[in-house]
């Protein structure tokens, strides 16, 4: 299995509505918290680590250390 | 300021019902002449019902207002022959770029379907679209514009409305079968009757400026987020016609509208757009908050709600004048049908249930785009910014970037006029949706299937039929239009938009949306869907 690059979202207007809305009577920290918890439930459900590693660099990218 | 527009002055005069005291009732009333309003008038006069236009004012919209007009619209307004001057002069543009900061994140191309008489998207100022229309309404019999005419109140009786109106000459009341309030956001009649208009207010102002430029911008939609000359917030440029240029810029909600407004303070942000070499003159300003908002019944006894009136939605995505005229092409025929007592009063109800549904899709859409330009969070913001980012090398996150979903109309899958599929078909032309338009031949002249279909009732069959060009079913005329007979499908296009095989029969409404769908003519079938469309019992 390969990194998706390519759209895969069924719906994809639909799919952010529902990603904000999930988070959208959160305080700061809680939404921040959110986003993190969701990372680590969709990592495990991909489970493969050659395209979880990929994933990494794609979200690295044009990212500076400080 | 620069005035690349004169404004007309349409003249006041006074009415001989106002002059003699005598109260008259009329079939229609419209609220309001702007672009819903005079398209009503317009749709009202081709299918032969007399109406009267009150408009407050008597000029055409002050500033460029509405921008881009679409496909559909224009098909509209091409049944009354005032689009293609429109297109004319408006300016077409199919490119799109999004900026992120200080880079181009990606582009995308409108890719219009050719073989249409329409194109996708037009830039107009809306003073001119007012204008043409206008211009169209006085060729047209049975239009009478009224300007300098306010409304004050509205009565409700049991089979019509009494009107309360002021002119420079007085206070004088008439009568109407039906009044079509096309009044805008701020609706005085939705407030006479006492309807709910309910919604999201966003919690943010814009700018928006007109400027004439010799610049070298191309005829594209630039859309910015965070750039580099106004930090934290999103800038907007459209081309229009004359040289003249829409920017809009987010503010945020700390913004004081008046202070913005002023001259000194818009030129500087402008400047730092442009660069300091730009050449440059503003025409117009305005500061805006905007509302995503419904009125809760499009009709109100005799009252019925179009446009603005019945639906605000965020300016992204060329949502708000687009969906009236769409809402104007649902109504007049419905309203014709009832005037002439052939169907029942309750059959103007199908016009909320067709157009609330197509509104609260505007709405949905028109709620996504703001939320994406302007989030509500910290974390929100964080999710937004990180699309853009990855949208310049992932593929999948320029689906994700929403800086308005350009206007397409919405079809009616659910309504209760449509007959449901019984056979199978490999094409969007589903029952509820919008004829889509293809180049056809018509006694060897080159022409457009939307221009062919009548302004009534007709049968698109394909194939060589022996059967009447008119039928009579459910006391309604039905005009036969025979694929290969009467029009001939020159480019192949027509047969592959609607899936067509020798029988294949659509039953096309007077607004030019499909209402049922068989493979083979089947006269009986014909009769009950068209029982169906007209709200009879079947």
Redo the contacts between chains.
Sequence with gaps: MALEHQLNIVDPDGFYEQLISHQRDLSEDDALLYQARLLLVLANHIGDRAVLGEAMTVARRALSPA | MLHSYQYPRFPYQQSFEQKTGQIRRHPVVIIGAGPIGLTAALECARLGLPAIVLDDNDTVSIGSRALCYAKRPLEVWDRSGVAERMVEKGVQWKIGKVFFKEDQVYQFDLLPESGHKMPAMINLQQYYLEQYLVEACLQREGIDLRWRHKLLSVTQANDHARLTVETPDGVFTMEADWVIACDGANSDTRRMVGAEFTGQFFQDRFLIADVVMKGNFPAERWFWFDPPFHRGQSVLLHMEADNVWRIDFQLGWDADPDEEKKPEKVIPRIRAMLGPDAEFELEWVSVYQFACRRVDKFRHGRVLFAGDAAHQVSPFGARGANTGVQDIDNLIWKLKLVQEGKVPLEFIDTYHEERAFAADDNL??S??ST??IT??????R??RDAVL??A?????AR??V?SG?LSTPTPYVASSLNTPDADSFKSEMRPGTNCADAPVKVAGRQGWLLNELPAGFSALVFGAFDTARELDFAGQSLQVLRVGVDLIDSDGLLAQRYDAQPGTTYLIRPDHHVAARWRAFEPSKIAAALRRVTGQPI
């Design positions: 949905t859409n709620t996504r939320d994406f989030p509500k969070s910290r974390a929100s964080l999710l980012q990855l310049e090398h992932e593929p999948f689906h994700l929403n979903r």
